[in-house]
């Protein structure tokens, strides 16, 4: 599926330039020049992603995030700028912005970030599109699994959802913490005020505290009017602070002054600011570990980690496999307007042989990857990545070489020539797919 991108810039040779990269990669570009244009666009196009210029003759670009959000919540927005300042960083990222970049000096970052802000988007369109259809809020039903052990993991959490008590999620990447982090929310008293998410390794320290406590007017250039961190937006519901271990040492102080008060002071501020908010946390770290060995407070640890959940990996739970890539095959296929294909024995064999080290996250990206190559509604073992299929095999009597330059090959033609997509069906950079087309002399 070709998917739409809208540029809104006014000046012209620029928005033909990035017009011309991006339509390059595969995608479908609609051109504005001003802010209203752009919402005209918006609102009769199926976009999905929007980069959109900070200075605009009708509209202030970060303002314009707010609006498209509000319009169109499953919309990402990049903000593009001539000169950025770290408070229109701020302010575009607390109005939903995916990203702010400064021209120029970002371009090589333009089409990585494109495909980012398009994957994401695909997937909120996705969610928003089943509950606009439903009318229904997710809880623990959008957890997926019947094994014994994340139905435990269920039980203990439907049982602390309904408290007003701290949240510890631990787990190894990709294996759900956000969509237990949601469904806590969703089945909570707090369910109908905001679930707030943010990733705590996305932003510096500075950036990151300026987003979660907001500051005054004053506080550093380009700070003209007071502003709300995501602590007060998010007042009486729930914040989900992920990669907790990622957070400064100075901004676990202020964060356990929240746990412990209620209380906390915005940047450039001296007096406190009340607020009413759940906390519930993740990382894939050992925090207490990390505590004795000076790099996570101790203190903050004790007050995370009053109720622990740990999420099982997709190994310690591969009864569930063929469940989970079921219900990534249904998505897909909805999407695409294809029938749901069927998986043959040897295709699940091996997604059950399968050591998967990106845990869920990586399951969905291999169904993702496999719908786009399937030409028929039976799922064969050749759709699968080389190191599925040769994951068991004497790797002396396999050319890896060999299998991985015709697997690359396969791709392109695929993708017809697509390099960034190509390089996300295979998990790897852009950058390391050049080297692999000059290495294995695959014409480009």
């Known amino acids: 599926m070709q998917h739409t991108i809208l540029i809104i810039d006014d000046e012209k040779k620029l928005n033909d330039l990035l017009s011309r990269i991006i339509g390059l990669e595969g995608f479908r570009v609609l051109q504005a020049f001003t802010g209203k244009d752009g919402l005209k666009l918006l609102q009769q196009e199926d976009v999905l992603l929007v980069l959109s210029d900070v200075k605009l003759p009708d509209y202030n670009g ?18 593009l700028t001539a000169y950025g300042t770290i408070a229109d960083g701020v302010r575009a990222i607390q109005n939903g912005a995916f990203n702010y970049i400064t021209k120029g000096d970002d371009n090589d970052k333009i089409i990585p970030l494109v495909n980012q802000a398009i994957e ?16 229904a809020k997710l809880g ?9 052990q994340i139905q435990e993991v269920v039980s203990l959490a439907r049982r602390v959802a309904v408290t007003n008590t701290t949240v510890l999620l631990l787990g190894e990447t990709g294996t759900g913490k956000e969509v237990f982090a949601a469904a806590i929310h969703n089945e909570s008293e707090r369910r109908q005020m905001p679930f707030v998410a943010i990733n705590c390794s996305s932003f510096t320290a500075e950036l990151l505290e300026s987003e979660l406590f907001g500051y005054k007017a004053g506080a550093f250039t380009g700070a003209v009017k007071d502003k709300k961190g995501l602590l007060e937006e998010g007042q009486h519901g729930t914040i ?35 607020v009413n908010i759940r906390i519930i946390a993740a990382t894939n770290r050992n925090l207490q570990k990390e505590a004795e ?3 996570f407070r101790l203190d903050l640890y004790y007050r995370l980690s009053v109720f622990t959940l740990e999420l099982p990996s997709l190994n310690e739970r591969k009864g569930d496999i063929e469940l989970l890539a079921n219900y990534f095959l249904k998505g897909f296929a909805a999407q695409a307007g294809k029938n749901q294909p069927k998986m043959n024995d040897e295709f699940l064999t091996l997604l059950n042989r399968h050591n998967w080290k990106g845990n869920i996250r990586e399951l969905k990206n291999v169904i993702e990857r496999v719908m786009i190559l399937a030409d028929n509604d039976i799922l064969t073992a050749d759709l699968l990545p080389p190191d599925f299929k040769y994951a068991n095999t004497d790797s002396n009597a ?18 017809h020539g697509n390099k960034a997509e190509t390089a996300r069906l295979l998990g790897i950079g852009v950058t390391t797919l050049y080297r692999k087309l000059e290495e294995y002399k695959i014409a480009q």
């Open 240 to 274: 989900f602070l992920d990669e907790i271990g990622e957070m400064s040492l100075d901004l676990q102080a202020k964060l356990l002054r929240v746990l412990e008060n209620k209380t906390f002071i915005r940047v450039g501020d001296t007096q406190q600011t009340k």
């Open 398 to 415: 396999v050319d890896l070489a060999t299998i991985e330059r015709h697997h690359i090959q396969k791709i392109l033609a695929r993708t």
């Open 293 to 295: 060995a000076g790099h």
């Open 120 to 135: 994401k988007a695909v997937a909120q369109k996705r969610t928003f599109d089943e509950k606009k259809k439903t009318g």
């Open 62 to 79: 970060v303002d314009l995030v707010k609006v498209i959000k509000e319009k169109k919540p499953y919309v990402e927005v990049i903000n």
């Open 140 to 148: 623990f039903s959008s957890v997926i699994g019947n094994s014994k």
